[in-house]
């Protein structure tokens, strides 16, 4: 159907336009029906992009209204969820995908870990353990051990300790894989298992710490935030807060700190760069404890109270979840 036919369609109810998607009439700025507006893009290029500059200029007022809470008015913008106003900021979970990408992105682009600094050593760390006495392993593993030891790996895990076991003698990887080599690998559970092989991949490539970061904590951070959620409910049940409003809380606190942290990324290591970095990566507590006192309306004393108890029960799954990101392959 042309839109001349349309058009000739819509005059033709009599009770207004219809619908060109669904053929409801009469058609406002909205369809009620199916929800598709009223703008037609059949028509010529400038009032097109006029139509696009507005949408653009509308999202970008949205956004600044949204950051100016969420930055200067902790817990305000939650206040504004929870009181139904929407319309005027960005939705939760569309600026949450946005914090998170764009901290993981720089992030990504921070550069490498070196093969001994990803491990948390120093070069001089590295010299002294690879001096050593080999003897540190208690009890080397016999020949027909570590032979059953390399059998009951994968092929490509058995590549790597291969390399691994390569290396000079007292060398902290090869100890490590020794160390293993003697126990009884093939009767370990099935999450020992996985433990010892992401040991091994680290082993080789310490690299794979940060990769595998990259990789799965953008899924892992997002899927603990119901936890999150769950325990601010607990700690506020007198409050009587849907747990919707508690998890949007706790989404609001989350994209602050990669926001705050994708700043931090940003600026130099030295100077007033580094005394500013140094700020930004303690400013997400106080913020928090600043949130819940005016999000949930209570004292100094107690929101401080909370935001330790919070802080420690979120931790007892944060940090499951940072692990099982370092050990999970893609």
Not at 297 to 304: I, P, R, T
Request: aromatic share 12%; glycine share 8%.
């Amino acid at each position: 159907m042309t839109t001349s036919e349309v058009g000739r369609d819509s005059r033709a109810t009599g009770g207004g336009r219809a619908c060109p998607n669904c053929g409801y009439a009469p058609m406002e700025s909205f369809c009620p029906q199916c929800g598709q507006s009223d703008r037609h893009y059949a028509r010529s290029l400038g009032s097109v992009v006029l139509e696009f500059l507005r949408e653009m200029f509308e999202l970008d007022s949205r956004l600044f209204r949204t950051l100016r809470l969420l930055f200067f008015k902790p817990g305000s913008l939650t206040q504004e969820f929870s009181r139904n106003r929407r319309v005027s900021f960005v939705s939760p979970v569309r600026l949450y995908i946005f914090a998170s990408f764009v901290f993981f992105l720089l992030l990504s682009l921070a550069g490498d870990f070196g093969n001994v600094g990803a491990m948390g050593m120093t070069e001089e760390d590295a010299e002294d353990a690879v001096a050593q006495p080999s003897d540190s392993v208690a009890q080397p593993p016999t020949e027909e051990r570590l032979a059953a030891f390399m059998a009951a790996l994968p092929p490509e895990q058995q590549r790597k300790a291969d390399d691994i076991l390569r290396r000079p003698e007292g060398e902290i990887g090869r100890r490590i894989v020794l160390s293993g080599a003697a126990e009884e690998f093939e009767e370990w559970n099935w999450i020992g298992r996985l433990f010892a092989l992401g040991v091994i991949d680290i082993l080789h490539d310490p690299s794979v710490i940060r990769q595998r970061l990259l990789a799965n904590m953008p899924i892992a951070m997002f899927f603990v935030l119901p936890v999150l959620g769950a325990v601010l409910a607990i700690f506020h049940l007198r409050k009587k807060r849907f747990y919707v409003e508690h998890l949007v809380f706790a989404i609001h606190i989350q994209t602050f700190t990669f926001l705050v942290y994708a700043i931090v990324l940003l600026l130099p290591d030295e100077g007033l760069g580094g005394l500013i970095r140094a700020g930004c990566l303690l400013i997400p507590y106080p913020y928090f404890v600043i949130a819940l006192r005016r999000y949930y309306e209570n004292g100094w004393v107690l929101s401080v109270a909370k935001s330790v108890g919070v802080y420690m029960l979120y931790s007892l799954v944060l940090l499951p979840a940072f692990v099982i990101s370092v050990f999970v392959t893609g």
